[in-house]
């Protein structure tokens, strides 16, 4: 225990990183994936496939080489990004891919009286996606998107392979120096335990205020 509290700032710098890239990233994914989902559903066809096209890309190819990408592949076009940025970049691209359609599926979940009605009231298209569409479609997309906002968070220790001081690889030096891998790595792993945790009772008080139920009230 001695040798974890000596540690304890390391591990929890380590940890503040990991939460600062993961609130950049879902942040960015999230921001992307809503219009782009809005082009997938309801979009001209060549837009919409360049969007399924996007999505399956980022899909297919896995978060690893994103970041190598990022990292390593760009700077041969002259793009040269900070491994900081690079986490985020291929974090966010990944997980823009997967939010898209668990944003689009919510959106095929409104029934599409909901859309004749508020246009035959004459709601702007604005404020029918606003106050109708999008409250409907994201609890219907809520539990997959947070299901994959978790998979986010853990993937943030993938920046630790392009040396991002983030919680994996604060750990990692942590047990190069000290050879205890089991208390240094189980410390760690308390830590991600605890930041999921508080990623799931986000998503409770979610689930509670987009309830049916919970809206009214």
């Known amino acids: 225990m001695d040798m974890i509290l000596a540690h304890a ?10 939460v600062a890239i993961f609130a950049a990233t879902a942040g960015i994914s999230l921001a992307l994936a809503v219009p782009l989902a ?20 980022m899909r297919a ?20 990004l900070d491994p900081v ?9 990944s997980g823009t891919g997967y939010n898209l359609t668990f944003i689009a599926a919510g959106l095929r979940a409104v029934p ?6 508020a246009r035959a009231l004459g709601i702007p298209s604005r404020r029918m996606y606003r106050r109708i569409v999008f409250p409907q479609a ?18 943030t220790s993938l920046a630790a392979l392009v040396s991002v001081p983030e919680l994996t690889a604060e750990a990692y030096s942590i047990v190069s120096l000290t050879y205890r891998p089991f208390e240094i790595l189980g410390a760690a792993a ?6 999921n945790s508080l990623l799931i009772a986000v998503q409770r008080a979610l689930e509670r205020r987009l309830s049916p139920r919970g809206s009214a009230a």
């Open 38 to 57: 809005v082009i997938y559903e309801f979009g001209p066809r060549p837009a919409a496939l360049a969007v399924a096209t996007f999505s399956w890309t």
């Open 112 to 117: 599409p009286e909901q859309f004749a009605a």
């Open 138 to 155: 994201m609890r219907a997309s809520l539990p997959p998107l947070m299901s994959n906002l978790t998979l986010m968070l853990k993937g």
């Open 61 to 80: 190819c896995p978060t690893l080489v994103l970041l190598f990408f990022a990292y390593y592949a760009l700077p041969a076009l002259g793009i040269f």
């Open 85 to 93: 940025p690079s986490a985020i970049l291929a974090l966010s691209a």
């Open 190 to 195: 308390v830590l991600y335990l605890i930041l």
């Open 9 to 18: 700032p390391a591990l929890l710098w380590g940890a503040w990183n990991t």
